[in-house]
């Protein structure tokens, strides 16, 4: 039904490859291509040992748009699912405009010198994409991604308006190793040091990192310290969520985390900027990047649960209404299946969602796209069938206060 390109070949890549192939009725040619032709041909011998689907290889630069659509036309691609860089989604945009095809991710653009992610320069692409005849989906993992359908299935189905949000996020994984990031250690990194921000009131309003703390009780998983931080999908769904009055991004951290990422601060680990070392520039994170346990590598030794959703409040039937729409995920299970830990597991199968719905038509239009711009029930329904089932909780309605 479709010929799909995957580009990016690290842990969530190597999910949603084996997914797509699992729901080889609907991508009927696979090619998945990176930098290192060698971690695309491991994921693809994985996939043909397992399930006996052949997946096609290739190499290519992401940064490079040319070549990129070089092999756009070679493959025949009909969707692009980006899962490299989120430095290169810009430039994998403009390869699908190229060359006149779909085009999918699951992290906004986030500048290489900068520490800063926006929707900004996509959204920008919109005219251009429509001209094309293309849609363009961003943010199809789980955050953002999955609480975007979240929030939009409250809106079309369970509240008449919705005043709250909190997105709450929580990694309850053990890994055994006294430090490590569960995605790529320089994005995570930079993510979780800079200033939170959220929006109440019709502005934003900044806060120094870690500066809010609340405590939360995690279904399947317990109390744990929950932090404020900025997150991409509070920029989009504050454009497309009506009567909002506040959202918030919170993520769970143990202390021994913030302690080990404090101390790199403190010594300018985490910095961004070239720094002369031995008469040769280097970047500290990335430095950094190269000490840290590999994320695709953590999946063997990490157990436990990690549970994220959305709490919403608003009104139903002139009511005041609060639910909780969450979902909770084995790392050994995930393990088990796709021999992924369960942060790759979270945002590979939505990306593999994604592309399935635009494939058969579900999810169509042109342009560049939000998820919550869709209808939530058919993505709703794909997550109950391939792995991530969810539950919704009654709760009194307390966010505003």
């Known amino acids: 039904m479709a010929n799909l390109l995957i580009i990016g070949a690290g842990g969530v890549?190597?999910?949603?490859?084996?997914?797509?192939?699992?729901?080889?009725?609907?991508?009927?040619?696979?090619?998945?291509?990176?930098?290192?032709?060698?971690?695309?041909?491991?994921?693809?011998?994985?996939?043909?040992?397992?399930?006996?689907?052949?997946?096609h290889t290739a190499q290519v630069d992401a940064d490079d748009s040319e070549a990129v659509a070089r092999l756009i036309q070679k493959s025949g691609a009909e969707i692009l699912l980006n899962l490299a860089l989120p430095y290169q989604d810009l430039s994998l945009m403009d390869a699908c405009l190229r060359t006149k095809i779909h085009y999918i991710d699951t992290a906004n653009y986030e500048h290489p010198s900068l520490a800063k992610f926006e929707y900004k320069e996509q959204w920008a692409r919109d005219e251009g994409f429509k001209n094309a005849g293309i849609l363009g989906l961003?943010?199809?993992?789980?955050?953002?991604?999955?609480?975007?359908?979240?929030?939009?299935?409250?809106?079309?189905?369970?509240?008449?308006?919705?005043?709250y949000i909190d997105i709450?996020?929580?990694?309850?994984?053990?890994?055994?190793?006294?430090?490590?990031?569960?995605?790529?250690?320089?994005?995570?990194?930079?993510?979780?040091?800079?200033?939170?921000?959220?929006?109440?009131?019709?502005?934003?309003?900044?806060?120094?990192?870690?500066?809010?703390?609340?405590?939360?009780?995690?279904?399947?998983?317990?109390?744990?310290?929950?932090?404020?931080?900025?997150?991409?999908?509070?920029e989009s769904l504050v454009k497309n969520i009506p009567h909002?009055?506040?959202?918030?991004?919170?993520?769970?951290?143990?202390?021994?985390?913030?302690?080990?990422?404090?101390?790199?601060?403190?010594?300018?680990?985490?910095g961004i900027k070239p720094v002369l070392h031995q008469g040769r520039e280097i970047v500290p994170i990335e430095f950094l990047k190269t000490l840290l346990p590999d994320p695709a590598n953590l999946g063997e030794r990490t157990k436990?649960?990690?549970?994220?959703?959305?709490?919403?409040?608003?009104?139903?039937?002139?009511?005041?209404?609060?639910?909780?729409?969450?979902?909770?995920?084995?790392?050994?299970e995930c393990y088990r299946e796709t021999l992924s830990q369960a942060v790759s597991y979270t945002t590979g199968v939505p990306?593999?969602?994604?592309?399935?719905?635009?494939?058969?038509?579900?999810?169509?239009?042109?342009?560049?796209?939000?998820?919550?711009?869709?209808?939530a029930k058919p993505f709703m329904e794909e997550l109950n069938t391939q792995g991530l089932p969810w539950k919704i909780l009654e709760m009194e309605p307390n966010l505003g206060e």
């Open 168 to 234: 709450l996020d929580c990694n309850a994984g053990d890994h055994g190793y006294a430090f490590a990031t569960n995605f790529n250690p320089e994005i995570n990194l930079r993510e979780v040091s800079a200033k939170g921000r959220y929006w109440q009131d019709g502005r934003w309003i900044e806060t120094e990192p870690m500066a809010i703390k609340m405590e939360w009780d995690y279904p399947e998983v317990g109390m744990r310290d929950s932090y404020l931080l900025y997150h991409e999908e509070l």
């Open 138 to 163: 961003l943010g199809s993992g789980f955050d953002p991604g999955v609480t975007n359908v979240f929030c939009a299935y409250a809106k079309q189905n369970l509240l008449d308006e919705i005043h």
């Open 304 to 332: 436990g649960f990690t549970n994220i959703g959305c709490v919403i409040r608003g009104t139903k039937d002139g009511a005041d209404r609060q639910i909780y729409i969450y979902n909770v995920c084995d790392h050994e």
């Open 244 to 270: 909002l009055k506040r959202i918030r991004f919170f993520m769970t951290f143990s202390q021994s985390y913030l302690t080990h990422m404090r101390c790199l601060e403190n010594v300018g680990m985490l």
């Open 13 to 55: 890549s190597q999910v949603a490859t084996i997914k797509c192939a699992m729901n080889s009725e609907i991508f009927t040619k696979i090619t998945l291509a990176s930098r290192t032709k060698s971690k695309c041909d491991k994921i693809a011998t994985i996939i043909k040992e397992r399930l006996g689907v052949q997946i």
């Open 351 to 375: 990306a593999m969602i994604g592309a399935k719905l635009i494939a058969k038509g579900i999810w169509s239009g042109v342009g560049v796209k939000n998820m919550e711009e869709f209808d």
